[in-house]
């Protein structure tokens, strides 16, 4: 073994969920991660590492877990990293507040002979409780260290390390014996059995005995590959078990379970005193109102209009500063790439300004995210995440879903900004089956981050005085579907799939820290620049080649040469014999002089104040001396027959440019497709740009605007928002407010981006159901979008009056659905138990 070997230490980090184990991997290893309030985040195990006296440790962070029966995902996570990779120190993360119920994992990792060190978090919180933790009398108890730490505020976190540090250099740590009582003779004649198996681990013989005498599977499978012949032990193990269960009436289960029990019992009775004994909490005294039947879905409502007033309606005024700065960007880039032509640009220069285009889009709506995402993590540290799953669990199982269904919505953006992606991800830890696909298929209905851009973009041109409402109507409506389609889908194709209990424990609330929350806000934030400047890009760089080929015709293109060179003999004419003809001798100078005037507009526009544009005047004359008479207004005659030749000049050259542009992506490869599908989207009133965005969202939402920002084009030297460019167009083509509507309510029904198409193929081990979660939703989609656009135009209504109908329609079909019906005959066949084969 090398030097740099000896220094390596493997460290897990086990503990029950919503113990802070995310917040403590954190503070040792300075990485980030999600952190949330909120049972089940962390499914898969985390690695990180770091130094402390020149060792290096990496830990591995566990799936929150109670036990290591391997029932849930998040056990047979936490079993398989503990048994096959063997960590040199589990650091057992406890709540200080919820001793009891941390202990009998406690217990299990003793009895599997890992050098432990706990790690009683939530102090803080136990102190508000009045409980009184006698932290030498709990070490004597368990044998191990026991450091106090408040991980959302850092404290103990280097004792911790200094623990870690001293157990993972220690001697092998003993295997602890509960005694189970009338069960021990059976546990100690197995454990007698296996040690003398020389496949078998012998410091892990003892907890695996006991796994045995309940009938582990995964214990018996690792038996099978340790003998050659393991039916006869099988058999003298079974007959101990049966023995014991005839005797005393009682799974052995439930015995180990019930003694672990009792010894966290008598533990806590001996190191804890509750100085608060009759009182009720604080959490409660909350949950009192928070969680009252009546108030808890008017509470809920309210934070969601609270979290979208804040973020997107005065997050959007934060934009107004942003860009400008992004405007510079792009003169600067455009400073940077090769001079454009009159007519037409080198592809360089085109491709590089539509990628800066296609980003400055999307980084434009940063501010929004910011905010969203730091009131999200309020939400998620202080504890209300978890109390929304549980007011949420009644209404959820009503439409065939799962209180647990709850974290993947709100992952993929139930409140918005999330992410379908985690989102399926998130439904591994749902263990009925029926509401686990119900909740895959139905996660792409929620505002992840990357519809919001399009959902804002189309709400500031068409709603500008009813942001909120609309977007609380879109918030909401997403929800509204998505159960209707839960219910759908779980009475019909899945209603033969097993299904499960919801357990589930509320968390005490917290006081979230200005530190945790900006630190998630930027986190996710900056994950989603990070799409923008890889998936976006990539995108663009396709989207761009597919609208810029086959190009316009010879033909056309001659016709846009001839007029081209029609408007610049008219200039010379115009300025016969002005003295400011000299500056522009010669069509290369010519081209100079327009490509200045393009770029002294796009400055002037993004002039803040009247020094500003007075500086950039003055540096106009002084650079180009010669060309100051074109660019910039004078009293002077010859300099204002000049000014005005320049500007025809360029408007025609503008309205050639738009043409050509116009006519390039409608020949184009993807024009043509967009074309072909209009006669099947015009009923939605979509025309061939907005099917062109469309299918570039299929593969990453955010493309939808990025696409649109380049096909509602703007001019050489202009500087005008998407939203200034999409709304002058589509209003002189006559769509207003309804075909508005009618695009978001697509868009939101929409088959998920193909990242998340591949992650359901991965979650489902079913190209069928992949095949499904593309189809199901675009037909769903398509038929909504017609109908609602064709309706509402029949009966005039606007688009506001068109949304509010569609909003009360699925608000009506939801309830009409979630009340109980004695006389309603059911036609769904009963669910499979989850042990039929």
Known sequence: MTETE????LVALAGQQNCGKSTLFNLL???????????????DKKSGTYAHEGHRYTVTDLPGCYSLSAFSPEERVARQVLTEERPDVVVNVIDATNLRRSLPLTFQLLEMGFRVVIALNMMDAAERRGLEIDITALERRLGVPVIPVVGRKGKGVPELRAAISNAAQAAPATPA???????????AEVHARLVEIPAMNNRMARWQA????EGDHDSEALLARALPDPYGLFDEIAALRTAFEDKHHLSVGDHISATRDRHAAEILNACVRDTKAGSVPVSERIDRVLLNRFLAPAFLLATIWAIYQLSIVQGYELTKVTWPILAGFRNFASGLLPDAGFLTDPQLRSLGLWIVDSVNTLLNYVPIFLILFALIAILEDSGYMARIAFILDRVLHRFGLHGQSTLPFILAGVFAGGCAVPGVMATKGIPDARARLATILTVPFMNCMAK?????????????????????????LTVLVALLVAKLLTSSILARQPTAPFVMELPSYHMPTLIGVLRRAFDRTWLYI???GTVVVAIAVVIFVLLQFPGVPKAQMHDYQSRGEVAIAEFYAQLDGNPNLAAVADSDRLIELINVQSAYKARRLNAGSKEAAEALDAGVRETYPAYAPFVLRSREAADKTAFNALRELTNTRNSLRR???????ETSFLGRIGRGLEPVTQYADFDWKINIALLSSFAARESSVATLGVLFDQEEGQNQTLEERMGDQQRSEGRGALSA???MLFFALYPPCLATVIMVRVQTASTKWMAFSIVFPTILGLVVASAVFQIASALGLSGIGAMTAIWLTALGLLLLVALPKPWWPSLRPDPVPEDAS
């Open 6 to 9: 000896k220094l390596q230490h």
């Open 29 to 43: 290893t300075g990485l980030q991660q999600h952190i949330a309030n909120y049972p089940g985040v962390t499914v």
């Open 177 to 187: 014996t509960l005694n189970y009582g009338p069960l021990e003779d059976a546990v």
């Open 210 to 213: 006991g796994k045995l005498l």
């Open 452 to 476: 919001i851009p399009l959902y804002t973009l189309l709400i500031n041109i068409y709603f500008p005085n009813s942001k909120g409402l609309m977007l609380f109507y879109l918030s909401t």
């Open 530 to 532: 990070k799409k923008v």
């Open 659 to 665: 043409e050509m542009q116009q006519e390039r992506i």
């Open 741 to 743: 509507v009618v695009l």
